[in-house]
């Protein structure tokens, strides 16, 4: 040995260690901790082998479009008096505000439909609707 030593303190330990001994020290280290990851890894691929050997195979994930960028039917054949409104448009056609449009709703002068939140007239009813104010 050449004199020079490392000194490694733990606690109470004291302990002495030559460049050489140091040396040896650190490729045993290296060694078993190639194996050491080799072998986690080998325990991870197996493990996860047999979690999934029961699963069916993996599948693309299906993209579902936002309905905005779906290409929507043309239905031609429809009359354009199906159409349902909403209540701005109810209000313009009428020629009155949308509150009073909202009042004659409430009060089921002008029949709705509901789908969820959203009210809507359809426009025969308001077509019926106008008719009978007429008469």
């Known amino acids: 040995m050449n004199g020079q030593t490392t000194r490694y303190s733990k606690g109470q330990s004291d302990l002495r260690v030559s460049p050489e001994q140091e040396a040896v020290i650190r490729m045993y280290a290296e060694r078993v901790g190639e ?3 080799r072998l986690v890894s080998e325990i991870i691929v ?3 082998t ?7 195979t993996f599948q693309q994930p299906v993209v579902h479009e936002p ?13 354009v008096r199906d159409k ?3 209540a701005s448009e109810v209000a313009q056609r009428l020629d009155i505000s949308k509150s009073k449009t909202y009042q004659l709703m409430l009060r089921k002068e002008i029949p709705t439909v509901r789908m969820g939140r959203n009210v809507r007239v359809r426009s025969q009813d308001l077509e019926e609707f106008v ?4 008469e």
């Not at 309905?67 to 009359?79: G, I, K, Y």
């Not at 008719?131 to 007429?134: C, G, N």
């Open 50 to 56: 047999l979690l999934w050997a029961d699963k069916p």
């Open 131 to 134: 008719k009978m104010q007429v």
């Open 35 to 37: 194996k050491i990851g």
């Open 84 to 86: 349902l409104l909403k």
């Open 46 to 48: 197996d493990s996860l």
């Open 67 to 79: 309905l905005a960028m779906r290409e929507q039917p043309v239905v031609r054949d429809q009359p």
